[in-house]
């Protein structure tokens, strides 16, 4: 999952946020998710952010292939949208902003980037548009513009393969924590509680081994439910190293004392977790842990 977007699901639950906010992100998601299950993952590389002399760009995708490097910039408007003299407008008649300019500026800094780093492959660009229900009038035949059913002919029609040393490279160089990702919040704020792992609501029953969503029925081991809060707890308070209270006062004290130390030492065997003191632990790898929990 997108740090973003899990900050944005958490804070819903335990502060008063911006719906709008959320409900864009997830718009956002659900196009990548489209993408993502049309392009094979050796050669891509998904929610990128990188520095090249001092400018930081965000990228949805990068496929990453031997003689070509292609970058794809997903949209998922509801609105239509005329383009006339180059100019976007909404169906309203007002302006609004012209992505191939964005993805043109990305495109240049991706090329410049591989040119310093000793790689002189051709950087393509396109804007893939995943809602079906919008629609943009007046592209041109030569538009980089790609809906999903042409994103799989490119794909098929060119002969990738995959590039791995130039993955790797890109992979390193990423930045781990986005700028843009940022959110302000003030932490003292936050209700305590348990989240459901699938919908984030706060409305869960506890059991001996297992936490019950009352919202959608999704249903945890205790364990999986320690995990997941000690990453959230992290990513709100912008933080690795905790102590067992934090954890108790984040969950509301909804898990006793003992089953969190037990679950705690499970997690220090397994490597997720390493002890600083007796009472207190760092979470490792936290970026990576964050990326695996679903959508």
């Given at each position: ?30 196009g990548e998710k489209m993408v993502r299950e049309l392009i094979d ?231 997720i977790l390493c002890r600083i003191h007796r009472t207190e632990f ?14």
């Amino acid at each position: 999952m997108k740090r973003k977007l899990l900050m944005l699901e958490l804070l819903h639950s335990r502060a008063e946020t911006d719906v709008r906010q959320l409900e864009r992100e997830r718009k956002g998601i659900s196009g990548e998710k489209m993408v993502r299950e049309l392009i094979d993952e050796k050669m891509v590389l998904e929610d990128v952010t990188l520095e090249i002399d001092g400018s930081v760009i965000q990228l949805d995708f990068i496929v990453i292939a031997a003689g070509r490097v292609t970058v794809l910039e997903v949209k998922h408007h509801s609105s239509d949208y005329v383009i006339r003299e180059n100019i976007w407008y909404f169906n309203d008649g007002q302006q609004a902003s012209n992505p191939f300019y964005q993805l043109e500026r990305t495109r240049g800094l991706m090329e410049k980037y591989l040119r310093q780093r000793g790689f002189r492959v051709p950087v393509w660009g396109f804007i893939v548009w995943t809602n079906i229900a919008s629609h943009v009038y007046g592209l041109k035949q030569d538009d980089p513009f790609m809906t999903p059913g042409k994103l799989v002919r490119y794909m098929s029609e060119n002969l990738f393969r995959a590039d791995l040393v130039l993955r790797d490279m890109i992979d390193r160089d990423r930045m781990r924590v986005s700028p843009f990702d940022k959110i302000e919040l003030d932490t003292k704020e936050l209700a305590s509680g348990l989240h459901c792992l699938k919908c984030f609501s706060l409305e869960v029953k506890r059991t001996r081994k297992t936490v019950l969503c009352t919202k959608c029925q999704y249903s945890a081991s205790t364990s999986e439910v320690v995990k997941a809060h000690i990453i959230y707890y992290c990513l709100l308070y912008d933080r690795t190293n905790f102590q067992i209270k934090d954890i108790m006062t984040f969950t509301g004290e909804l898990i006793s004392l003992r089953t969190l130390q037990t679950c705690i030492g499970q997690l220090v065997e397994t490597g997720i977790l390493c002890r600083i003191h007796r009472t207190e632990f760092q979470l490792l790898h936290m970026e990576e842990l964050i990326r695996r929990i679903k959508d």
